[in-house]
């Protein structure tokens, strides 16, 4: 059966966290990285090594989980949680490359994949196309994102085209993830996107370059991504949350008699901006939300005479 384990705890809010009263009566706010989750996802050896460079960046808020077949996921210390798909013990621990092998491990999992997923705001899943637990597992494994998750974007990286045959295996687990019914339903909704990462498209632009140069290319788009479509939206919303509690708690001005020198209409309290819905975007690239405020209404002391 499938081997789960978790180094720190996840972000879920306790009991505690619950009663526990925060300064400046925030209490019945959501707070990013606790009540509002960011999941990243990698399964498959190829996805896990790409990873591995995504988690070594120490994004913030982000919790790292490396699922596969292979018992050595246990080790991954880069990683947050590490979940083996396989038995405790035996000859047979790994897939041999077969999808069929992979699927049927996921599914026996699906309890401890269940618990990744489950609560989680927004899911990053990467899978590695062309093995066992590319192409077996991460069908599964995001069908199981959709059913829990508000908003999922997948990634699938591509092998090259001389893999032959692991990139033949590669298109048809892609075809599969269209009847993934949850996934696709996300998608018709605009709540998920799908990107295919392709190992064959970097070398026009690259020439030959090594395998390792592959994994840091590929984990500067995940981490672009998830920057932009998801933490600076993220954060931006909630501070103009933040800022429109700010105003309605604000104290009123005192009165003062008609006839004072000083005596102004109080201004209108200030609206948040309008920020546009937190989605996945169809491909990575910068973006920057300012926030810019004018000072109306000031107070100033009468000239003298």
């Known amino acids: 059966m499938a081997t789960y384990e978790s180094e720190r705890p996840t972000s879920e809010r306790t009991a505690a966290n619950a009663s526990e009263t925060i300064e400046a009566g925030w209490e019945n706010h959501l707070r990013l990285g606790q009540d509002v989750r960011l999941v990243f996802a990698a399964v498959g050896g190829g996805a896990i090594r790409v ?24 080790g991954f210390e880069e990683y947050d949680q590490r979940i083996y798909l396989g038995p405790d013990s035996g000859a047979d621990r790994d897939t041999g490359g077969s999808p ?4 049927v491990l996921a599914r026996a999992a699906e309890p401890a994949l269940q618990r990744v ?11 590695s196309l062309g ?13 199981i994102a959709s059913r829990n998750a508000e908003v999922v974007s997948a990634f699938v990286i591509k092998p090259f ?20 019914e949850s996934f696709v339903e996300k998608r018709e909704r605009g709540c998920a996107t799908l990107q295919t990462l392709d190992n064959e498209s970097l070398i026009p632009a ?3 370059v090594a395998f ?23 954060e931006a919303l909630l501070g103009a949350s933040r800022l429109a509690e700010l105003t309605r708690r604000a104290p009123p001005a005192p009165e003062m008699p008609a006839d004072s020198p000083l005596a102004i209409v109080p201004p209108a309290p200030i609206a948040a901006p309008e920020l546009p819905p ?19 209404n000031e107070v100033r002391p009468p000239a003298p005479p």
């Open 51 to 74: 990873g591995h460079e995504v988690a070594r960046r120490h994004i913030r808020h982000l919790e790292t989980v490396a699922i596969n077949c292979d018992p050595r996921v246990a």
């Open 100 to 103: 069929v092998v992979g699927g």
């Open 117 to 127: 997923f489950r609560g989680a705001t927004f899911v990053v899943v990467v899978g």
């Open 131 to 143: 093995g066992g637990a590319g192409s077996g597992a991460f069908p599964h494994v995001l069908d």
């Open 161 to 180: 085209r001389c893999e032959g045959e692991r990139r033949a295996l590669a298109d048809r687990a892609i075809g599969r993830l269209q009847l993934l």
């Open 206 to 208: 690259f020439g030959r």
């Open 212 to 234: 390792r140069e592959i994994g840091l290319h590929w984990a500067h788009v995940l981490e672009e991504h998830i920057e932009s479509s998801f933490l600076a939206p993220a």
């Open 278 to 296: 937190i989605m996945p975007v169809a491909r990575s690239g910068a973006s920057e939300v300012e926030l810019t405020f004018e000072v109306v």
